[in-house]
């Protein structure tokens, strides 16, 4: 999983069209989780404010999803994380555009119990889009304003 291939263009293309422009009670895509503390938190705008540890997304979907589904998946997967004060992650929403099911996948376990964050200044929303594309990966980081909309940041 090192090749990055996938036009930038074409991921936030499909990125952006498949994000609810509605943010309807805090989740930003239409498949949603249970058990995240929403009662306040901040979204990335314009640049990266909440670091991954030594164990990216990547690594950690590598490394827990089944070996048959790490093989086998293509498309986009995006992911909205809550980061709370001490790191932990929270799935709250995500949008499957791949060719398995969300079921399958067991996301929200994977990422609830695998992906830490250094410590962020105040709980943050993290929006991560994964494209697959057979041995390529590629992942973005995307923030949100209200000048800019939803945009790749860095």
């Known amino acids: ?18 994000i609810s ?8 895509f239409d498949e949603k989780f249970e058990g995240c503390n929403t009662d306040r938190f901040a979204t990335e705008k314009d640049a990266i404010e909440v670091r991954e540890t030594n164990k990216d997304l990547i690594y950690v979907l590598a490394n827990n999803l089944e070996t048959e589904n790490v093989k086998k998946i293509k498309g ?24 398995i099911p969300t079921k399958k996948l067991n996301l929200k376990e994977i990422i609830d119990q695998n992906l830490n964050w250094e410590k962020p200044t ?23 304003s209200s000048e800019k909309g939803f945009h790749q940041i860095k």
Not at 125 to 144: D, L
């Open 122 to 144: 105040e709980k943050t929303s993290v929006i991560i889009a994964i494209m697959f594309n057979g041995a390529s990966v590629e992942k973005k980081r995307i923030g949100m």
């Open 76 to 99: 986009l997967l995006s992911f909205q994380i809550i980061v709370d004060l001490n790191g932990k992650s929270c799935l709250l929403s995500v949008d499957n555009d791949t060719n």
């Open 1 to 18: 999983m090192s090749k990055l291939k996938p036009p930038l263009n074409k991921i936030l293309f499909l990125l952006l069209f498949s």
């Open 21 to 28: 422009f509605v943010n309807q009670a805090q989740n930003i």
